[in-house]
C-alpha cells in the first residue's frame, strides 16, 4: 500500500463515515451540480469526488483505487499520482456538467478512478488483469479500458439512462490516458523544455544585428519593432 493510495482512501471512506454515519450532510455542499458554473462554484469540481451515495458505490470505487492505484503511484510518484487523481475527477465532472445535463448532482471518485485505470493501462498496456467477476480469463490492461471506454461512451451518446455519470467515467478515463503519456511522465516534460530552451537559444544572425544597430542609430531606438529589441537583447545575453 503507497501514501497516496492510503490518503485518498481515509478521505474518501472518512466522508462516507462522516455523512452515513455521524449525520453530517457533506453533500449538500460537496456534490457537483449541473450547474455550478452559474453559481461560481468551482470547488465543486473537487469535493464531489470525496462523497458517495451509498457502501456499494463506496466500495466499488475504493476496490478499484486499492488495487490499481499502487502500482501507477509507484510509477508515477506520489506527487503525480494526487495530480492525476483530482484532474481525472476535475475532468470526469466537466465532461459530466456538460454532456449529462438531465440530472441536478453528480457524486462519486468514479471519474477520478477511471482517470487511475486510463493510466494504469498508458503504463502497462500488455500488464493481464484478472477479473474478479470472470476469473478463468486474464485480459490485457489495454483491451479491459477499450471495452470499458466504449461502454461508456454509447451510454453517454444514448444520455443520461441511469444514476451512473458514465459520461463522467468516459472524462476521468480518457483524461487519465494521457494524464499519463504526457504530463506523467517526467522524462518528456524534461525533454519538451531542453527543447524549448534549445529554440530559444539558437544563434543570432550576426548580419541581422548589424541591420538592426544601423537602423537604432539612423533613426533612434523608438523605431525598433518589439522583435528588433528582442534580439538586440538576445545578442547582448550571448
Known amino acids: 500500500m503507497t501514501f497516496g493510495v492510503q490518503l485518498l482512501l481515509i478521505l474518501n471512506i472518512g466522508a462516507f463515515v462522516l455523512e452515513y454515519f455521524l449525520g453530517i450532510r457533506l453533500s449538500g455542499f460537496c456534490a457537483l451540480r449541473a450547474d455550478w458554473l452559474s453559481h461560481g462554484a468551482f470547488w465543486e469540481l473537487i469535493t464531489y469526488q470525496f462523497v458517495h451515495q451509498g457502501m456499494g458505490h463506496l466500495f466499488s470505487n475504493m476496490l478499484g483505487l486499492f488495487f490499481l492505484g499502487p502500482e501507477t503511484e509507484r510509477a508515477l510518484g506520489t506527487n503525480r ?13 466537466l465532461g459530466w456538467s456538460i454532456l449529462s445535463p438531465g440530472y441536478h448532482t453528480c457524486v462519486g471518485a468514479s471519474g477520478a478512478v477511471f482517470g487511475i485505470l486510463g493510466a ?5 498496456p500488455k500488464r493481464e488483469l484478472i477479473l474478479i467477476f470472470f476469473p478463468f480469463m486474464p485480459i ?6 477499450l471495452i470499458l471506454g466504449a461502454y461508456e461512451l454509447l451510454h453517454t451518446l444514448g444520455g443520461p439512462g441511469g444514476a451512473v455519470a458514465n459520461s463522467a467515467h468516459l472524462g476521468g478515463g480518457i483524461a487519465g490516458y494521457f494524464y499519463a503519456l504526457t504530463i506523467g511522465r517526467p522524462d518528456l516534460m524534461r525533454q519538451l523544455r531542453q527543447k524549448f530552451k534549445s529554440k530559444e537559444k539558437q544563434p543570432v544572425d550576426q548580419n541581422e544585428i548589424n541591420r538592426i544597430l544601423d537602423k537604432a542609430n539612423a533613426d533612434g531606438l523608438h523605431s525598433l519593432t518589439r522583435i528588433e529589441r528582442a534580439l538586440l537583447k538576445q ?3 550571448k
Open 81 to 93: 499520482f494526487l495530480k492525476l487523481y483530482l484532474f481525472s475527477g476535475v475532468l470526469g465532472g
Open 235 to 237: 545578442a547582448g545575453g
Open 140 to 145: 490485457k490492461a489495454w483491451v479491459f479500458v
Open 120 to 124: 494504469y493501462a498508458a503504463l502497462y
